[in-house]
């Protein structure tokens, strides 16, 4: 075998510190925060493991994490259907492209914070349009500021509104990819609709569809701005995602110890279901 | 299998088509017999894919209409239609293995599975994918996938024809030969229509036992692979099929005998009347190379070049201005020698605006 130039591994040396300056180095902080314990004054005692153990077998902690499974479960469950939905019925050639396009992408440009603030005015009972459509028109009882399903509803509607549109474009540059020829083959062939969806149509999306069920995934899983800014996590608790646990934890009670060892569970948790998934996705295509 | 036959058949992609230029098929008349195995021959862009996609339902046409065993079936989509189209890139159900992807036709107009393992395994056998048969169809190479997506249409024994769009332009050139005889080989069992359209003279002429010739939307010509070489009924059909192709050279008529550069032509019959005889529309001669001799007389000439490509040589040589290719068998004269061409007069023809225009002796007997 031919030897390798050396001197190429200097080209990487600028990315390795760039992931070190705004990766590696922050973590290692909050890897030291969750092993102490402070009261302040810049003064910390060793803690070992044990905010990992106290976090673990936290009640509060439980109920927050089965609130983001069952948040990004639902999310992905309506989203991923409906987005490939959307695309099979979207024109694959002809002058109404563009416009289904843009105006697909269009939630995707809005800010996080802006969906929120959005989404809260439109469904306030009162003077949101939506809210009062439904309450004074409707006469049905929906106020997302009192009523945990009402709540959920409403933060479960917000994140398919902004988000489907993703699985919606990836899907759809999928479906494009595929040679006229194939359906062809399919009508010649007698297969039913469901059929060229199930061996053509399935199979040429399955790549992205992959990619967009892990990005949907991730920032669903770590979701955070539209949440806070429209429920806040109410009513009560009834939609305190993880993130937002987190946030009341370190900025809220000032618990850097707990909430160092929380943010690292966190970030495992997502890592280890993100590399499940993608490997469990990819594995027959390495074969 | 059926009788194919196409009456009055236009097509345009234009939704209003105003002149003959917007129509993409210009008045296709054929008729394809049983069991057949035919050729659709023309450059890219001639309208043959067009014309294939008509009769398999892909495509409905603007005018005309399609029989198969007198049927008329102009309405009838694809899957009614029970006919097989292989296409020119190899078409596999990735997620399926071999064995599924040939069953799936079967499948789907509900055959019974004993029946089905009959058939593919017959198929198979027949293809030699045999041992592929329980592998995976992602993962073969384009000349087995495309030889699964013809099993596919071969699997069911009554379709009415098999079409071939350029199958082979995706197979490497040296299993190229060894599919198109299979082919050949796989006509001579199933004895069903096939039609296989190209733009390649090799394959059209192995495949088939009739070639039809496209040109500019139209049939140009329609024979065996022998009447299209000896007799070229179109100036298109000599210049396109051959290597190289006819020599096309510019002519005037005078009293019945055609002057090729001041020299008089013996043609293989008698002119055929123009129809506005006096303004007489562009007459040409069309000789192949294949029937040009050097001589003590005839047309004198200068060789120009020499091409020996084995088994004989192409000598370009100069008349006037017009360069005429001689294929010469054994020794070729030196590049700048004064020669004299004889043309063979049972193989020398007159063309008037493309069409051949004068009569065959036999023929006028």
């Known amino acids: 075998m031919k030897k390798a130039y050396q001197k190429a591994w200097f080209l990487v040396l600028p990315v390795l510190l760039l992931v070190a300056f705004n990766a590696l180095i922050p973590m290692m902080t909050v890897v030291n925060y969750s092993v102490q314990e402070t009261f302040g004054n810049n003064l910390f005692f060793w803690e070992g493991l044990g905010w990992f153990e106290k976090l673990l077998n936290s009640d509060r902690f439980h109920a927050a994490l089965g609130r983001q499974f069952m948040f990004t479960g639902l999310i992905l469950v309506i989203e991923v259907p409906l987005g490939i939905a959307i695309a099979l019925a979207m024109p694959r050639q002809g002058i109404w492209v563009p416009f289904f396009l843009v105006t697909m992408a269009l939630p995707m440009l809005i800010p996080w914070n802006v969906v929120g603030a959005m989404w809260n005015i439109f469904t306030l009972p009162d003077i949101g349009l939506l809210g009062y459509f439904m309450n004074h028109t409707l006469g049905i009882d929906y106020d997302m500021t009192q009523n945990p399903f009402a709540a959920w509803v409403t933060i479960i509607t917000m994140d398919v509104w902004h988000w489907t549109s993703l699985v919606v474009l990836l899907s759809y540059a999928g479906l494009v990819s595929i040679p006229d020829a194939y359906y062809q083959a399919a009508k010649i062939d007698g297969a039913t609709r469901w059929a060229v969806f199930r061996y053509i149509q399935l199979p040429k999306m399955k790549q992205v569809l992959t990619i967009a069920i892990l990005l949907r995934f991730m920032d669903s899983f770590n979701i955070y701005t539209e949440i806070f800014v429209l429920t806040g996590g109410g009513p009560g608790n009834s939609t305190t995602l993880l993130s937002i646990d987190l946030v009341k934890i370190a900025l809220g009670q000032f618990d850097l110890g707990p909430a160092a060892a929380m943010s690292l569970i966190y970030f495992a948790i997502t890592l280890l279901i993100s590399w499940l998934f993608y490997t469990l996705m990819t594995k027959d295509d390495l074969k | ?365």
């Open chain 2, 1 to 365: 299998m059926a009788r194919i036959t196409l009456s009055q058949l236009r097509h345009s992609y234009l939704p209003r088509p105003t002149g003959p230029d917007d129509y993409v098929l210009k008045d296709i008349d054929l008729d394809w017999h049983n069991g057949g195995a035919y050729a659709l021959l023309g450059p890219s862009g001639c309208g043959k894919s067009t014309l294939l996609n008509i009769i398999s339902g892909l495509l409905a046409p603007s005018e005309g209409r399609i029989f198969f065993d007198g049927r008329d079936v102009t309405e009838l989509p694809p899957e009614q239609r029970n006919i097989a189209q292989v296409f020119q890139f190899p078409v596999i159900y990735d997620t399926m293995s071999v064995y599924n992807n040939l069953a799936f036709p079967l499948r789907n107009r509900g055959v019974d599975e004993a029946v089905i393992k009959d058939r593919v395994t017959k198929i198979a056998e027949m293809l030699d994918v045999t041992e592929m048969l329980q592998k995976p169809a992602a993962g073969l190479s384009p000349d087995n996938k495309q030889k699964i997506s013809m099993g596919r249409g071969l699997v069911r024994d009554d379709v009415n024809v098999v079409m071939f769009d350029e199958p082979l332009t995706v197979i490497d050139p040296h299993l190229k030969w060894t599919l198109r005889s299979k082919l050949k080989e796989l006509h001579q069992k199933v004895r069903a229509t096939m039609i296989y359209v190209t733009h390649d003279q090799t394959e059209a002429l192995t495949f088939a036992d009739q070639v039809v010739v496209m040109e500019d939307g139209q049939i140009v010509q329609i024979g065996t692979p022998v009447e299209l070489f000896e007799r070229p009924t179109h100036t298109f059909v000599g210049h396109f099929i051959g290597s190289p192709g006819m020599n096309i050279l510019p002519c005037t008529v005078q009293n019945g005998q055609a002057l090729f550069d001041g020299h008089p032509v013996v043609l293989e019959g008698p002119i055929v009347a123009g129809p506005a005889d006096q303004s007489g529309g562009l007459t040409q001669i069309g000789i192949r190379p294949e029937f040009i001799t050097f001589g003590e007389t005839g047309v004198p000439a200068t060789v120009r070049k020499v091409a020996d490509i084995g088994r004989h040589s192409v000598v370009d040589t100069l008349v006037g201005e017009f360069i005429i290719k001689v294929i010469l068998e054994g020794a070729a004269p030196a590049q700048g020698s004064a020669v004299h061409l004889r043309f063979d007069p049972s193989k020398t023809r007159l063309y008037r605006d493309g069409w051949i225009a004068t009569k065959e002796l036999e023929a006028a007997e």
